[in-house]
């Protein structure tokens, strides 16, 4: 996959693309179906992703609250993965957030980036002051030789996919509800960073990864999968990890520590992604030490039960 960022500088080989519009955090089941009607739209040209780093909502309001469900880095794997071969990671800046619909469309899709189709959620607003629907685009796509299809809305259980609904039942400790509107587990991907080597003298070493800058899942206890993506230690594992501020170290900034099963080795440095599983129980504070082992002891042989299901 071929990445993008400046629309004004694309190659030759970059242009002519059909191309799914949008934000695309978390990749979910309707960001998907969004990206297979790009597909079919023009089976012969090169299937592409157009997307905004910063996401505007960061662009718009710098110090509002974590939301995102995945970094960038996270959200390439996961679009190459479903076949993307060009993804367009446009520069969200004020002069783009400038442009107006007909220039957006004009500016942008034509004359930039040379898209041959291009797929939007109904839902989908763009240029200043998100004044352009998507019945806009159709319109400019007729007059600027590209072709638009609309995609409809998702539901699942009277509910519409969105990254918002995501959001709230990781939110409310329902990871089980979020992948069914993911259509793959919620991967935190990181890499392992220094700890203060707590769960090792407690016989649980852990690998410690930030979750600054993405949306905050139910702190505690959760069974999880995971994949170690680099590094001598490459491959799949099961475990458990504890997502939160560590209540009984007086902790602040809230992480994520992954006890993988069965393994003996060094992480430091290496790239993880901790799929969240199911939700075991929330952050508590023990009485001493060995309260808080003997729960460890007892989160993991429920984790391996859960996990060895799957």
């Keep these: 996959m071929r990445i993008i960022r400046d629309y004004q500088f694309v190659e030759p080989q970059d242009r002519g693309a059909s191309a799914a519009i949008g934000n695309f955090d978390g990749v979910h089941i309707g960001h998907q179906s969004v990206i297979r009607l790009a597909r079919e739209a023009e089976p012969d040209a090169p299937l592409g992703v157009v997307t905004f780093e910063p996401h505007p909502r960061e662009f718009f309001v710098p ?27 446009l520069n969200f800046n004020a002069a783009l957030a400038g442009l107006s619909p007909e220039e957006f469309a004009r500016n942008v899709i034509r004359d930039g980036l040379g898209l041959r189709h291009v797929v939007v959620g109904a839902d989908f607003c763009f240029g200043k002051k998100r004044s352009g629907k998507a019945e806009d685009l159709i319109h400019f796509g007729r007059e600027m ?43 935190i991907e990181g890499p392992v960073i220094g700890g203060e080597q707590r769960g090792r003298e407690l016989g649980f070493p852990t690998a410690n990864m930030s979750i600054e800058g993405l949306h905050p899942p139910a702190f505690g206890v959760y069974a ?5 993506l680099d590094g001598p230690h490459k491959g799949s594992y099961h ?71 799957l």
């Design 239 to 309: 475990g458990a990890a504890s997502l939160g501020v560590r209540p009984m170290f007086d902790g602040e900034v809230p992480n994520i520590e992954t006890f993988l099963f069965d393994f003996s080795g060094d992480l430091y440095g290496a790239t993880l992604s901790v799929a969240l599983v199911d939700y075991l129980r929330p952050e508590l504070k023990f009485d001493g030490l060995q309260a808080l082992i003997d729960q460890m002891d007892a989160d993991c042989a429920r984790a391996r039960q859960i996990l060895s299901a």
């Design 145 to 187: 030789g590209f072709g638009v299809t609309i995609a409809p809305l998702l539901e699942k259980s009277d509910h519409t996919i969105s990254s918002t609904a995501i959001r709230t039942a990781l939110s409310e400790g329902r990871p089980r509800e979020a992948a069914a509107m993911l259509g793959h587990w919620h991967w």
């Design 224 to 228: 999880v999968l995971v994949d170690v």
């Design 63 to 89: 110090d509002c609250p974590p939301f995102r469900l995945m970094r960038r880095g996270a959200r390439a794997h996961r679009l190459e993965k479903l076949g993307v071969e060009r993804l367009y990671e």
